[in-house]
């Protein structure tokens, strides 16, 4: 049971870790938070419902389409609201973040093809499972695993060796200075934005055949805020490590405490990490001498 549980932590993990992912994108080039993630999470998984759906795709034509077209809407989100908002207080944009997420939750259940029903994704990898050791671990879950490590690993080479990801990197850490070398930052901005997005939708297609898709299921990117705390607010790696931190100790405190503690276990690791080290397992602390 243990490493079952361990293995089902891994898998929620890296969906959490995704959707950090996101957090941590946008606010390390534009130093806002964004609470529309879980939103544009859940728009993925129905684009690649309706994708099979509708239009008789497969799932592995889906999963990319469901990845440009909620880019796409990251980008137009950013371009039509957010940029309109710049020289405003952070607040008053993360609060725009958190009307977007209601927005886009509003819009989906009033799609008629969505609705507020509960729809499942079939994926090529349902009722499969693998065994080893008395372990028995769905295919999905492993489906999970590897689609977050090949994600992650073309992140890695986009940031490293792209110009555009070169360009973001420098976005990040200095708007004025990247100004100034020629760098479009408010272009770039967009272009993050449709990242994220684009990352938050693979989370929902992976999510799916462990969470169903329904309006609803946004809610659950919250979780990833923790993640995105844990591994500290600005490292990419740590976004993924603190999501897989959280997955665990869910499943842990599913298996091993009273009924309700794994609901709000990632909330209780969010107050202790902002109690005893609030930058982070990977972040910065940065002091000001005065």
């Known amino acids: 049971m243990f490493l079952q549980a361990l293995i089902n932590g891994v898998a929620i993990g890296c969906i959490y870790g995704l959707v950090a ?5 946008i606010y390390k080039a534009t130093e806002v938070v964004s609470f529309a993630q879980g939103e544009l999470m859940m728009i993925g998984g129905f684009v690649a419902l309706t994708c099979m759906t509708a239009l008789g795709l497969s799932w592995w034509q889906a999963l990319p389409l469901a990845f440009v077209a909620t880019a796409l809407l990251g ?4 371009h039509a609201v957010l940029k309109r908002m710049i020289g405003e207080p952070v607040f008053t944009i993360v609060l725009a973040t958190f009307a977007i997420g209601i927005l886009l939750r509003s819009v989906a259940s009033m799609v ?11 994926t090529p990898f349902r009722g499969r499972v693998v065994e080893f050791g008395g372990v028995v671990v769905s295919m999905e879950s492993i489906s999970v695993i590897l689609a977050t490590l090949v ?3 073309l992140l890695y080479l986009f940031f490293r060796y792209s110009r555009v990801g070169v360009a973001l990197q420098a976005v990040s850490q ?3 200075a990247a100004g100034t070398l020629g760098i479009p930052v408010h272009g770039m901005f967009s272009l993050i934005w449709g990242l994220a997005a684009g990352v938050a939708a693979v989370a929902g297609v992976l999510l799916a055949p462990i969470a169903f898709v329904h309006a609803n299921v946004g809610f659950i990117g919250l979780k990833a805020f923790p993640a995105a705390v844990l591994g500290g607010f600005g490292s990419i790696p740590g976004a993924l490590i603190g999501g897989l931190i959280i997955g665990v100790v869910e499943e842990f405190a599913g298996l091993y405490l009273p009924e309700g503690f794994k609901a709000v276990s990632a909330y209780v690791v969010l107050l202790l990490v902002l109690m005893l080290r609030p930058q982070g397992l990977f972040g910065v602390s940065l002091k000001e001498r005065v």
């Open 174 to 176: 200095n708007q004025f």
């Open 21 to 25: 992912l996101g957090f941590v994108l």
């Open 75 to 78: 980008a137009f989100i950013n």
């Open 112 to 122: 008629p093809a969505w609705g507020t029903q509960t729809y499942t994704l079939e």
């Open 151 to 153: 994600l992650v690993g």
